[in-house]
């Protein structure tokens, strides 16, 4: 365990942890958009900047990708923190002016104008997608390509994902909600990475409950036996 | 090549090099640093081997194809030996007469000879020209003399002395003590000591250590590692080994852009024969100290010369950088301890080693030492790198070995630190240059990257130009850095295209400290600089945009006006041709016809100024 004084308070947490969810779990909000407890820290949206005191010097820094580390003072609230996550919240607004969620989140932080031409992007480049696509899920169907202010998500070639497997993960991680899944009779598309799959009808209820491209996969990777998806987890329980 | 198992051996190698070398012998050296191959030396080499070739007494005649010199403003350089004459600008048809005058019979061209730019004076030796007389060139003084394909010729000037002598006599710890004593800071921007970081390296827990030659040189207009790789690459393989001896690593690696074709095969040519003469691999020179070196090409990216987007470069990852508060010395490459150098700084290491911390640290000042390689370019009479003590001032570099400003213009600021460096006004000239007061100016060594400026150049322009590297070569990771610059980007543009206000400026500082403070790695964390520091000290001129919508050096096009004046036209209708618009009317005066005025129409005109340049009579005015 480690000892710090984060906004006054003392507080413990295991080595190794960062500071965001140290905060989060302590009650602290501090805003973020990149930071998702499923996959490693990844420092992108910069929301979360907090003030660390380290040997008497004060700097700004993510706190998703900041250790816990001993003796550290950690300030969450302080005007610096504010005016540079304003200023973040601002940027990525101009950048996606029509995400709802962006939006509100800069109401809530006092942004109420943005001072820079308004660009027509629904993605913010948090990369959570293809984070949880390598690390979770273990498809590496979609990366970011290009750099620079041309840095873009997608699929190789900016085509149909053939990796993915449309389990849909990538969908509930976005921040955003811009990456959209529909189902249409037996198949399943993911909107944003043109990926469309044919399901699998459940031998007992007969509903289509997941494309057969990913059972395949799932079995093939967790060795279970051929017959194993032939039935829906509702009808196997 | 036979194997050297000891440094005695090595000693006796070094001695039969120099007994089949008399100093006396005529010896044509000619540079080959890429400077002197873009301005054609490879034909000047080609012309020489057919005259030599030609004649039939050659014997005792040696050609050699050296590194960098420095001076490329002049090049193709050709130096003939032992008289030590410096012919500049030399082309294919001046070898024949170079051999036969100067060579055989020992008279010196006068026509080829470097011109002192005021006093007209010939100069015939290379160290009296005044580009050379006020470097110091510890590091780079033996890019001329060797050809860096040729480990011999690296011998024959006293290369590989260094190692023994750490490898023998000296403890791991008394090298990095040493290193630490001579205060050598990382030259490749960061200043940070490299002894310390030796040190941490060193006690840092693991048993496998990388070392790391930074060689990912990227900053618009410099060139210095790329000299120092390609003309003497057994100097940093020599530093990089007794580093790695120093921090226990066994394992190394060159990051070279492939860009720079010939320092990847130099470096590569040089480590082979360091292999095979048993200076790299197993037990070096029977030390029982094993290191090999490997050469790890990078695609291009300015990001990947930022220490963690190198590393995972080398591990095929994507260059992006990664936060650093686990330093990379104790997990970097691989998650294993890591060392990692700029390739000027691991040169410094043989010297130090071989001449001492005392004496090194007589050079510099107060918190920097030694010598610094800079790459002077831009507005000055004489381009090209130079190598000077640390504390020099700036008007020392700008005008005693740049030789001033041309054109009799006026000098204006210099830039300094590559593209996220700052511009430093003439009220600052006669700072001295080192770490600390560069930083406390607002600019910053970096690499060593100095773009001189004179009054034709707009700071609003030169803002706009460095941040719109910068917003591309952002890798896009963070949105402080990928946002910031763009944005910065965008209102500088504005400014410069008259669309500029008053809030404009505001909104940049707020957005420079926070680009500066929010973002991820160094890019991010110095990217403001150009335009942070073109507003301090040249406000004015940006208001000038802003609120006059004039450009005061002429540069910003948005803002031009031209016109012709009615009085001083000669009516000869130059301007109408050349005009790619159409913008310009009026009628050309000739023999039977008297001409109508010519007029230009500001609703056409794209101020390409065109009808400028084409003016004898200097009847086009710019406003």
């Known amino acids: ?237 | 090549m036979r194997r050297i198992d000891s440094p005695q051996a090595l000693e006796q190698f070094r001695a039969e090099i120099l007994s089949k070398r008399d100093p006396r012998q005529s010896l044509i050296t000619i540079c080959g640093g890429t400077g002197c191959h873009a301005s054609g030396c490879h034909q000047v080499v080609e012309a020489f081997k057919k005259v030599l070739q030609d004649h039939a007494k050659n014997n005792g005649i040696s050609l050699r194809v050296t590194g960098c010199h420095g001076f490329c403003e002049r090049g193709p350089l050709v130096v003939v030996h032992p008289q030590k004459v410096l012919y500049q600008r030399v082309k294919p048809e001046d070898a024949s007469a170079i051999v036969q005058e100067t060579v055989l019979k020992g008279k010196v061209i006068d026509s080829l000879l470097y011109e002192h730019p005021t006093t007209g004076e010939k100069i015939v030796s290379e160290e009296d020209v005044p580009f050379y007389k006020k470097q110091m060139r510890i590091i780079f003084g033996n890019n001329g003399s060797i050809d860096p394909t040729r480990i011999e010729d690296y011998l024959a000037v006293g290369g590989y002395q260094a190692l023994p002598k750490a490898l023998f006599s000296m403890k791991p710890e008394q090298i990095i003590a040493e290193v630490k004593k001579a205060n050598l800071r990382g030259r490749g921007g960061g200043g940070f000591p490299a002894g310390v970081k030796w040190e941490q390296c060193r006690n840092a827990p693991g048993d496998i250590r990388y070392v790391i030659c930074n060689a990912d040189e990227g900053d618009p207009g410099a060139y210095m590692d790329r000299s120092l790789l390609e003309g003497n690459p057994h100097s940093v393989l020599e530093g990089m080994i007794i580093g790695a001896f120093a921090i226990g690593s066994h394992e190394g690696y060159v990051y070279v852009r492939n860009e720079y074709p010939l320092a990847v095969m130099n470096v590569g040519i040089a480590i082979q024969q360091a292999q095979e003469l048993g200076l790299l691999g197993k037990n070096i020179l029977g030390s029982g100290f094993d290191f090999e070196v490997k050469v790890s090409r990078g695609g291009g990216a300015f990001v990947c010369g930022e220490s963690t987007a190198l590393m995972a470069s080398i591990e095929g990852q994507v260059g992006e950088p990664r936060a650093k508060h686990i330093h990379t010395v104790i997990s970097g490459l691989y998650d294993r301890p890591t060392n990692l150098n700029n390739v000027e700084t691991w040169a410094n290491v043989p010297l130090i080693i071989n001449k001492g911390a005392d004496w090194y640290s007589q050079i510099g000042t107060e918190g920097s030492k030694g010598t610094k390689i800079f790459s002077l370019v831009g507005k000055v009479n004489n381009t090209g790198l130079v190598e000077v003590p640390m504390g020099i001032t700036l008007r020392e570099i700008v005008y005693d070995i740049g030789g001033g400003i041309p054109g009799g213009k006026k000098f204006k600021a210099v830039q300094t630190g590559g593209p996220s460096g700052g511009c430093i006004p003439e009220s600052q000239i006669d700072l001295p240059v080192d770490f600390d007061r560069l930083t406390e100016v607002g600019s910053m060594m970096g690499s060593g990257g100095m773009i001189v400026m004179d009054e034709s150049t707009c700071m609003v322009d030169v803002a706009k130009y460095f941040m719109n590297f910068l917003k591309d070569e952002s890798c896009g990771k963070c949105t402080s850095c990928r946002e910031g610059t763009k944005r910065m980007h965008e209102i500088l543009t504005e400014i410069t295209e008259g669309r500029g206000t008053t809030d404009h400026l505001e909104l940049l500082e707020e957005l420079g400290w926070t680009t500066m403070e929010a973002s991820l790695c160094a890019l991010g964390g110095t990217a403001p600089n150009p335009a942070l520091s073109t507003i301090r000290y040249f406000r004015e001129e940006y208001q000038e945009h802003i609120l006059h919508k004039k450009c005061p050096a002429k540069v910003c096009r948005a803002l031009l006006t031209y016109r012709i004046l009615s009085d001083v036209c000669t009516l000869c209708g130059r301007c109408a041709k050349a005009c790619p618009v159409e913008a310009i009317s009026g009628k050309a005066k000739t023999k039977k016809e008297k001409g109508l005025p010519f007029k230009i129409d500001e609703t056409k005109c794209i101020k390409c100024g065109m009808c400028f340049e084409s003016c004898k009579f200097e009847a086009v005015q710019v406003e």
């Open chain 1, 1 to 237: 365990m480690v000892r710090f004084i984060m906004d006054g308070q003392p507080v413990e947490a295991p080595e190794g942890a960062n500071l965001l969810e140290v905060a989060l779990d302590a009650g602290i909000e501090i805003p973020h958009l990149c930071y998702n407890e499923s996959v490693k820290p990844y420092g992108a949206c910069r929301l979360c900047l907090v003030e660390v005191v380290r040997r008497g010097r004060s700097r700004l820094t993510a706190a998703c990708t900041h250790p816990a580390l001993e003796g550290v003072e950690v300030l969450t609230k302080t005007d610096k923190v504010l005016r540079a996550r304003r200023m973040m919240i601002e940027l990525i607004l101009a950048m996606c002016p029509d995400d709802q969620v962006i939006q509100d989140m800069a109401k809530e932080m006092g942004v109420q104008e943005v001072r820079f031409k308004k660009g027509d992007k629904d993605c913010i480049l948090c990369g959570l997608c293809a984070r949880v696509c390598d690390e979770v899920v273990g498809a590496h169907a979609i990366t970011f390509y290009s750099r620079g202010d041309r840095r873009e998500m997608g699929a190789p070639f900016v085509s149909e994902a053939q990796n993915c497997i449309a389990c849909g993960a990538c969908v509930v991680v976005c921040p955003v909600n811009v990456i959209g899944m529909e189902e249409k009779g037996d198949e399943r598309t993911i909107v944003r990475w043109k990926r469309t799959l044919k399901m699998k009808k459940c031998k007992i209820c007969g509903n289509h409950f997941a494309p057969w491209f990913q059972l395949e996969k799932f079995k093939e990777k967790a060795k279970l036996p051929k017959d194993f998806f032939d039935t829906c987890t509702t009808c196997r329980s």
